[in-house]
């Protein structure tokens, strides 16, 4: 029995066709898997806010305030900024709640046009000896720190898992809040350089 040459060519043909094909898939899913798969690792971060306070012209009573910790070299960031542009759309402005943001000294970036409404703080007092970002700190209307944290725990943020929304919520009704010292399991960048 004999095999036509263009039987061989044909077979041939297919086999470079389908190892190309393979090929492409792979570079394919290795693209987007480094571009947007990030890999999730449990980590463990306390959260102490007993060295945090408020820069002079921002303490004291008045509104509800927010402080954004970002790194922007960060990845665990673009987990949060969904659900902090939804806090910022949800609680700012006439809701009585102000935003700021702080970002680890040495960095440079920005944060996406969808939080333009945070105003940036250039330090606060007590920010270089925080542990772990993205994090959040919560003043009340009397000036007192009633939360230091996390958003939320896990590898996603959201309002079904936030710790913020209940927080603000209490706030706004008035009712009393201390949890300034939180452990939690989730996605977070070391804040503090090594020494």
């Given at each position: 029995?004999?095999v036509?040459?263009?039987?061989?060519?044909r077979?041939?043909?297919i086999?470079?066709?389908?190892v190309?094909?393979?090929?492409?898939?792979?570079?394919?899913?290795?693209?987007?898997?480094?571009?947007?798969?990030?890999?999730?690792?449990?980590?463990?971060?306390?959260?102490?806010?007993?060295?945090?306070?408020?820069p002079?012209a921002?303490?004291?009573?008045?509104?509800?305030?927010?402080?954004?910790?970002?790194d922007?070299?960060?990845?665990?960031?673009?987990?949060?900024?969904?659900?902090?542009?939804?806090?910022?759309?949800h609680?700012a402005?006439a809701?009585?709640v102000?935003f700021?943001?702080?970002?680890?000294p040495?960095t440079?970036?920005?944060?996406?046009?969808?939080?333009s409404?945070?105003?940036?703080?250039g330090?606060?007092?007590?920010?270089e000896?925080?542990?772990?970002?993205?994090?959040?700190?919560?003043?009340?209307?009397?000036?007192?720190?009633a939360?230091?944290?996390?958003?939320?725990?896990?590898?996603?943020?959201?309002?079904?898992?936030?710790?913020?929304?209940?927080?603000l919520?209490?706030?706004?009704?008035?009712?009393?809040?201390?949890?300034?010292?939180?452990?939690?399991?989730?996605?977070?960048?070391?804040w503090?350089?090594?020494?």
């Amino acid at each position: 029995m004999t095999v036509h040459p263009s039987t061989r060519h044909r077979t041939a043909f297919i086999a470079l066709t389908t190892v190309i094909c393979a090929a492409a898939l792979w570079a394919g899913y290795e693209w987007f898997e480094g571009r947007y798969i990030r890999a999730f690792s449990d980590q463990t971060a306390l959260f102490a806010g007993d060295v945090l306070s408020l820069p002079p012209a921002l303490a004291g009573p008045g509104r509800i305030r927010v402080v954004h910790f970002w790194d922007p070299a960060c990845p665990c960031n673009v987990g949060n900024q969904e659900h902090l542009s939804q806090l910022v759309e949800h609680f700012a402005g006439a809701n009585g709640v102000d935003f700021y943001a702080v970002q680890k000294p040495g960095t440079h970036g920005k944060l996406p046009s969808t939080l333009s409404a945070i105003k940036p703080l250039g330090s606060l007092p007590g920010a270089e000896r925080i542990t772990a970002s993205p994090a959040v700190a919560i003043w009340d209307r009397q000036g007192r720190l009633a939360y230091f944290g996390p958003y939320s725990e896990g590898l996603i943020c959201n309002s079904q898992n936030s710790f913020i929304e209940p927080i603000l919520l209490a706030l706004k009704s008035d009712r009393p809040v201390s949890a300034t010292h939180t452990m939690a399991v989730g996605c977070y960048c070391p804040w503090l350089g090594p020494d």
